[in-house]
């Protein structure tokens, strides 16, 4: 039998906890409100061109990117602008969102509807960044960085020599990914061709975990007689779905510390993003829905949904039956990289790939203890990082000396906190640690 691919440094297994992946996704019903934060990326954050008490129809660009690093924003709906102002976002931070009274749901003219696959591709390289840039697609594995940017490859540049499409979905209780690949597999695969022709590579792999043998299984039969395609089964093993991980495992390179993954030659999507391409490119869809998993131990039914962006994640809630009695956390992703939500009513963004509920006694941290100096947290670092040393330094406002000890090397994966047997918050203090380091390099940079 052969060794399933897996990257070499650190990592670890938590359990999968995929309650939701016999789930088919569902489709739910609009809310009365949505709301639309104006920054759902990273870079600049987009240019509002509506008023209020304009009349918008499904799919109208209500702002324009702002930026080179910046993404469209759509109307989820159609109704009427009720507000543009600052509200709460996930984040815990009031940003400017527009506020859509829901009325109907009337698209703009130029979307295909039909269900039909479509599988000629008959658009210019050119046309299909042009296609992405203009339906304001952005990674939906959680990074929210614009997908048209990673089609520009700088002149001076190392040419592209193949594309990578992570359908790992490494996070425990996640399943919007695997149920995507189950459900949609032949846009997926279409997608991937359109990011090559794009790309102007002539293979793709596409890396799936093998506890999801039956996506692996489902697209492995759709590429057999497609040339360049390949299915890529990996070891169970987090942070897998990380891009350097992924990288790693799959071409066995690895991309320097502040390089991307250019740098060996790869391009790397995920799965959702390039469903996302493949309605844009073939269905003129801009991306106005995603799908979320909402689950937990404690919801009698975990479930998977299409959602539209600016849908309220209360919503979502009370589409799972409401929130159990003993829930102590909601979660805004997933248990190892999310974060936890302080107001339910603030709204599903493009980077939303999850709603976890913990009951209570899930949800309360241990109290910290000193270090044991047994390395652990050394161990599991997937970036070979020393989480206890930068946990330290972040704490002494050391910024030089964090800077040059990589923290902006971190992931911010986790995995550093789960296996720590202080129950230190290392993740929170590193987190920290980098943003002073940013502010420091950003400073530095303006000349101050």
């Known amino acids: 039998m052969t060794m399933l691919k897996t990257f070499p440094k650190g990592g670890l297994h938590v359990p999968d906890n995929k309650l939701s992946e016999k789930e088919a996704i569902q489709s739910i019903n609009l809310p009365k409100t949505v709301q639309i934060p104006i920054a759902q990326h990273i870079g600049a954050p987009a240019k509002i061109i509506v008023e209020r008490n304009d009349k918008v129809k499904t799919g109208q660009v209500i702002a324009k990117s702002s930026g080179f690093i910046s993404a469209n924003i759509h109307s989820p709906v159609t109704g009427t602008v009720t507000k543009i102002d600052t509200f709460l976002d996930s984040s815990g931070y ?36 042009q296609k992405i ?76 975990e093998n506890n999801k043998k039956d996506a692996i299984k489902i697209l492995s039969e759709r590429v057999k007689n497609i040339k360049g395609i390949e299915i890529v089964p990996l070891k169970v ?15 066995k ?26 309605e844009a490119v073939q269905k003129n869809k801009p991306l106005i829905e995603r799908v979320v998993t909402v689950t937990g131990k404690s919801l009698v039914k975990p479930s998977n949904f299409w959602v539209r962006i600016g849908t309220p994640i209360e919503h979502l809630l009370q589409a799972v039956g409401g929130v159990p009695e003993n829930t102590g956390k909601i979660i805004n992703g997933g248990p190892m990289m999310g974060k936890a939500l302080k107001d339910y009513s603030v709204p599903v963004t493009k980077g939303t790939s999850g709603i976890l509920l ?22 599991v670092c997937p970036m070979g990082l020393e989480p206890f040393l930068l946990m330290a330094l972040s704490d002494k406002k050391l910024v030089e000396r964090s800077k040059d000890d990589n923290i902006l090397s971190c992931i911010e994966c986790g995995s550093c906190s789960y296996i720590c ?22 400073s530095q940079k303006d000349g101050k």
């Open 94 to 129: 009031k940003n400017p969102m527009v506020s859509i009274r829901v009325e109907e749901d009337n698209w703009i003219e130029e979307v295909d509807l039909s269900t039909e696959v479509n599988s000629e591709i008959t658009v210019s390289k050119e046309e299909i960044l």
């Open 237 to 251: 093993k987090y942070p897998q779905g990380g891009e350097k991980q992924l990288i790693k495992a799959i071409i």
């Open 421 to 442: 047997p202080s129950s230190r918050p290392l993740l929170d203090y590193i987190r920290l640690g980098k943003a002073d380091v940013n502010k420091f390099l950003k």
């Open 253 to 278: 390179k690895e991309v320097p510390a502040g390089k991307l993954p250019l740098e060996v030659g790869a391009v790397v999507y995920n799965v959702g993003t390039t469903f996302a391409v493949y």
């Open 133 to 208: 840039q203009n339906a304001g697609i952005v990674g939906l594995g959680g990074a929210t960085f614009p997908s048209h940017i990673k089609l520009m490859v700088p002149e001076h540049a190392k040419a592209p020599e193949i594309l990578l499409i992570n359908g790992v979905e490494c996070e425990p209780y996640l399943t919007a990914d695997h149920r995507l690949m189950l459900e949609k597999p032949d846009e997926i695969i279409i997608g991937v061709q359109i990011l090559m022709k794009a790309l102007g590579v002539s293979r793709a792999a596409i890396g799936i």
């Open 358 to 379: 913990i009951p209570k006694e899930k949800s309360n941290r241990r109290p910290m203890q000193p270090c044991v100096r047994c390395a652990k947290c050394v161990d």
